[in-house]
């Protein structure tokens, strides 16, 4: 009695066991882990100011968690952390101007010589995909997340800013392999947080790399 007991445990274990692993598995199919590299500028469509340049390379991890699939219509959660690096300078001086200031001069100095920014960015958004064959899929992102700007600009101090992304992309699978590439355009500003809050937009593109757990 007590062997076949014992059996009959072992047997609910194995039975509870496979049915949490195969929770697991499902679960663990719909998350993402992946890479993305782009790059982009302020001096194109749609914003080409001719005050400034700002031209930009980023990488960014990527996060995408599957919350609903509705016949063709996918809907997933997506996190990027990520590094810019930036190259920013004012082109029209007089956008400095003397109610700046009494050191407006010196500030047209300073902010016409080329800058080497950082941006350290957290972007949390949400992707909305559809399938037009098995393998292939056009999305629309939407994002905003937080960031450290590590350098003063006659557009936005050094600091706590917010980075505003509106992407298009396709989507190509491999097996358990995304290939991606990304249109997007970028807005950075801070709320009112500190002045001066003018912003800075960039158009990108980028290519990515995620893969199914």
């Not at 990488?59 to 809907?75: A, C, D, T, V």
């Amino acid at each position: 009695m007590k062997n076949l007991f014992s059996i009959g445990i072992f047997i609910v274990f194995l039975t509870c066991y496979n049915s949490y692993s195969q929770k697991n598995i499902e679960s663990n199919k719909k998350i993402r882990l992946g890479f993305n590299y782009g790059f982009g500028k302020q001096e194109s469509f749609p914003f080409n100011s001719v005050d400034y340049s700002y031209d930009i390379q980023f990488y960014k991890f990527q996060l995408n968690y599957q919350l609903i699939e509705k016949r063709k219509w996918i809907f997933e959660i997506n996190m990027e952390p990520g590094i810019y690096f930036s190259e920013h300078q004012l082109l029209n001086k007089h956008y400095v101007r003397p109610d700046s200031g009494d050191d407006y001069l010196e500030k047209r100095l300073e902010f016409t010589n080329e800058k080497q920014i950082k941006e350290y960015v957290l972007n949390l958004g949400l992707i909305v995909k559809y399938k037009f064959f098995k393998n292939l899929s056009t999305y629309v992102l939407g994002s905003v997340g937080p960031m450290y700007f590590d350098t003063d600009t006659e557009r936005m101090k050094e600091g706590l800013e917010f980075s505003d992304i509106l992407g298009l992309g396709i989507t190509y699978k491999i097996k358990r392999i995304y290939l991606d590439i990304r249109y997007s355009i970028r807005h950075v500003s801070n709320l009112n947080i500190s002045l001066p809050n003018n912003g800075l937009n960039s158009t990108n593109i980028e290519f990515g790399l995620t893969y199914t757990l």
